[in-house]
């Protein structure tokens, strides 16, 4: 099994530009999330699916997009990039949705993406 | 909104002295979770507490959950080299929101 995995590794856009990151994983989970990390702010969830078909907002959704159209890939699209989503973006799944049966999340490596 | 609240959010320690982070919720959490982030690397789930009271322990660290479930609380014993990273706890905020504090990087004096 692969895990969860995130496509590209790195990236520079121009403000302005848009562009989708990937995020796919092989474990059949059900629950899928996006999280942008900053120097001294952690990790902020975007957004999230408990399935294929459902998605829900995060802390920080604002220019951002996604869809769950299968239980394998969860896209974040940036549909005109700006310098403030200049950022570290990582992925992450789970078997079903966090509760007190001892779910935890896979993350995969990460994007770095910069816009200029 | 739940905040989960980390401190202190940088750490330095001698290798071989102890190390502690703590994390603080607005709310009541059915459950928390911690996790480690190698530098350059992704989070890596280490454990998690579910009960009021809660101990639990992997080698050299100690985690613990609040009576009230509203704080929590990582303990390295012994410091080493590769303890080095950001660790973070993370609360649910309902049953499908993961919510992260902002973490506590540690670093090792040699």
């Known amino acids: 099994n692969a895990g969860v995995t995130q496509t590209p590794k790195f990236q520079v856009l121009k403000t302005g530009q848009s562009m989708t990151l990937q995020c796919a994983q092989d474990m059949n989970h059900e629950y899928m999330s996006w999280y942008r990390q900053d120097p001294g702010m952690g990790l902020r969830l975007i957004h999230y699916s408990v399935g294929a078909g459902i998605t829900d907002q995060g802390e920080v959704p604002n220019g951002y997009n996604v869809s769950r159209s299968t239980t394998e890939d969860f896209p974040l699209r940036l549909l005109s990039a700006a310098p403030s989503q200049t950022s570290v973006y990582f992925c992450?799944?789970?078997?079903?949705?966090?509760?007190?049966?001892?779910?935890?999340?896979?993350f995969g490596s990460g994007t770095q993406l910069s816009v200029l | 909104g739940q905040q989960v609240m980390q401190i202190p959010q940088y750490q330095h320690v001698q290798e071989g002295e102890d190390f502690t982070t703590y994390c603080n919720s607005s709310t009541t959490l059915s459950n928390i979770q911690w996790y480690k982030q190698r530098p350059g690397g992704h989070p890596v789930f280490l454990i998690q507490l579910v009960k009021s009271g809660e101990v639990k322990k992997q080698k050299r660290l100690t985690f613990q959950f609040g009576e009230a479930k509203k704080n929590s609380s990582l303990h390295i014993t012994a410091t080493q080299t590769t303890d080095v990273g950001t660790y973070f706890c993370?609360?649910?905020?309902?049953?499908?929101?993961?919510?992260f504090g902002k973490g506590t990087r540690l670093h090792i004096l040699p």
């Open positions: 993370a609360g649910p905020e309902r049953d499908d929101k993961i919510i």
């Open positions: 992450a799944s789970s078997y079903s949705t966090i509760s007190a049966s001892g779910e935890k999340l896979f």
